[in-house]
C-alpha cells in the first residue's frame, strides 16, 4: 500500500547547529514531493516541492530537500537552524493522479537555545 | 496570490448537534478539502471536491456532509457533534490536485 513515514516524531536541535528530518514513501511511479511547515494554532504552509528536475530542490527560509529515487526518500534539510524554526513539519507526497496527497504523521522540531 | 478563509474560527457545539463550517478561497482553485486533525496528530483526509457540484469521500467521512455550490466555497457540516470530540478541521485547495494551500481552521469543541 502507498503510505509516507516520517520516523521521528520529535526533533531536538540547539539554535545554530543543522538539520535533517526524514520523510520515506512507499510508492513505485514517480512522486510529486512536498514539505509543509505548520506553527502552533495555525494552517500549513508550503516550504517546497519537487515534480521533476534537480533532485535538490530548495524553499523558503534556507530549507532544502533532496530526493533519492533509489531510497524512495525525500529528506528536509537546513545549515542552521533558528529558534523561529520550532514548528511541526509534515511531508506529502502524490500520486496516481487522484487528486490527493498521502501525509506522514509529522515530526515536531524543537529548538535548543 | 490568495487566501483562504475559513468562519468560524473558534465552535462550540452540544453533543449531537449538527454544526457547519465554511471556507472561501479566492486563488480560482478548481479543487478543495476537508482535513480533520486531532491534537499533535497529522491530517485526515474528510471530503475533496474536485469542481463546483463535485464530491468526493475521504478516508473520514462517516459523520460529515460536504457541500461545493460554488467554485470558491466548500462547506462541511457534522451531521451529529459526538461529546469530547476535539479536532481542527483545515481546508485546503490547489489549481494541480497536489500542491495545496491551506486555511487558518476552525477548532471544534464538543460538550
Known amino acids: 500500500a502507498q503510505s509516507v513515514t516520517q520516523p521521528d516524531a520529535r526533533v531536538t536541535v540547539s539554535e545554530g547547529a543543522s538539520l535533517q528530518l526524514r520523510c520515506k514513501y512507499s510508492?513505485?511511479?514517480?512522486?510529486?514531493l512536498f514539505w509543509y511547515v505548520q506553527y502552533p494554532r495555525q494552517g500549513l504552509q508550503l516550504l517546497l516541492k519537487?515534480?521533476?528536475?534537480d533532485p535538490v530542490v530548495q524553499g523558503v527560509n534556507g530549507f532544502e530537500a533532496e530526493f533519492i529515487k533509489s531510497n524512495s526518500s525525500f529528506h528536509l534539510r537546513k545549515a542552521s537552524v533558528h529558534w523561529s524554526d520550532s514548528a511541526v513539519y509534515f511531508c506529502?507526497?502524490?500520486?496516481?493522479?487522484?487528486?490527493?496527497?498521502?501525509w506522514g504523521s509529522g515530526t515536531k522540531l524543537i529548538i535548543k537555545p | 496570490g490568495g487566501i483562504i478563509t475559513q468562519t468560524p474560527k473558534f465552535l462550540i457545539g452540544q453533543e449531537g448537534q449538527k454544526l457547519t463550517l465554511k471556507c472561501q478561497q479566492n486563488f480560482n482553485h478548481d479543487t478543495m478539502y476537508w482535513y480533520r486533525q486531532d491534537s499533535g496528530k497529522g491530517l485526515r483526509l474528510i471530503y475533496y471536491s474536485i469542481t463546483e457540484n463535485d464530491l468526493q469521500k475521504g478516508d473520514l467521512s462517516e459523520g460529515y456532509d460536504a457541500s461545493r455550490e460554488k467554485k470558491s466555497s466548500f462547506s462541511l457540516t457534522v451531521t451529529s457533534a459526538q461529546k469530547n470530540e476535539m479536532a481542527v478541521f483545515l481546508c485546503?485547495?490547489?489549481?494541480?490536485?497536489?500542491?495545496?494551500?491551506f486555511g487558518p481552521g476552525t477548532r471544534l469543541t464538543v460538550l
Open positions: 506529502a507526497v502524490g500520486m496516481d493522479s487522484n487528486y490527493q496527497l498521502i
Open positions: 485546503a485547495s490547489s489549481k494541480t490536485g497536489y500542491e495545496q494551500y
Open positions: 510508492y513505485s511511479g514517480t512522486p510529486y
Open positions: 519537487y515534480y521533476s528536475g
